[in-house]
């Protein structure tokens, strides 16, 4: 039974719905200089050369989630999907051509990957501890970005302090360090995918690959690349404003498709129907990747990746949902798992999601709606 109205009254839904939902068109405020502007140092240009450390024990997934966006970087543009990993890349790139840098196609290579599943300098890290990390990557490779991952066993507080990332230059080593967020702190850096330890009620997504810590890596290391290359050396892009914390992915953190209200709801995300993981990019493979949103400093606003088809989700769910629909004023009390209660969408102006007895508000358009029972 199709039905494009609701009726009055209580509803209840125990259907697939297929559905779109665009919360605030993210309508940029006029600034008179750009939120994020180019201090005029060297960026990055041409391929970039990774090397990576592997630092502790890694699961087989972690490393290949990481290892596939990667290759996905300089996959061939597809033509079915517009949001593919590469036009992510593809923005980072954009950067060169605002600041008058020749942009000719650079690649992301990976040079080397080193091991250190034992963890020999210990499994407590701190910032002293650097030189050695880097020298383990990089020895006897020139002009490389090196990479450290650290795994979940190892405690480093600089990878569990928003924005969860280290990137910067040592000497005349650009560098990058990420952790895995499952153990030590998923409140804090593993957010969408956990819940936020400063926002309770924050919308939680599944993670595309099923883990947690490996698609937080994701965001964390492409947040850090992309301002590594537009940003290497503390001199590049970054906020007058605010300062060099604020930079292409920190500036717009929180945001991984329209609608986002960042530290909260994390945008119209896809949604895989058979596996629930969260997705705004596909990579090679298939393979699914949430990526961050960056600063786009043509339109002066935050940029996401989007699918080219209308981003309706398909999405079975079977508990129960109750609908109250006044006038356009429309009330959705639900149980669903956490990670659904972001794709609700409604055909309606304003409605209040109630989640645990609580209940938040949006408001926004939604141009289509679709129930079936
Ligand atoms: C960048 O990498 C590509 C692919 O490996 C290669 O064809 C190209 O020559 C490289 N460019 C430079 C400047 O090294």
Known sequence: MGSSSLPNGLLSLSLAVFLLLHLFPSGSASHNEPLISYHNGPLLTGNVSLAILWYGEFMPVEKIVVQTFIESL???PS???????HSWWKKVGSYLEVAEKKSPKSVVQIARQVYDESASLGYDLGSESLPALLHKATVGLANTVAVIFV???????????VPCYLHGVHGKQVYIVVGNPADNCPGSCAVPFHHSRIAPLAVTLEPP???LGADAMVIHFASALAETVTNPFNNGFFSNKWGDQFQAATVCMGIFATGALPGTFPGNVRVDPFT?????????GPSFFLLPALWDPKTD????????ETAHVALLFQPHVVVTMDSNLLELSLSLPNKMSSLL??????YNVLKGGRSFSYQGEVSRQNLET
Do not use: I, P, Y
Request: charged share 25%; net charge positive; proline share 0%.
């Open 79 to 85: 033509k079915s999907f517009q949001a593919d990993v």
């Open 151 to 161: 795994s979940k066993d190892v405690k480093m507080a600089e990878t569990c302090t």
């Open 74 to 76: 300089s996959m061939r």
């Open 345 to 350: 969408a409604v055909e309606v102006s304003t």
């Open 301 to 308: 606003d935050c940029w996401t990746v989007k699918l080219k």
């Open 209 to 211: 690959s099923g883990n």
């Open 276 to 284: 629930g993981g969260a997705f705004n990019a596909h990579g090679l």
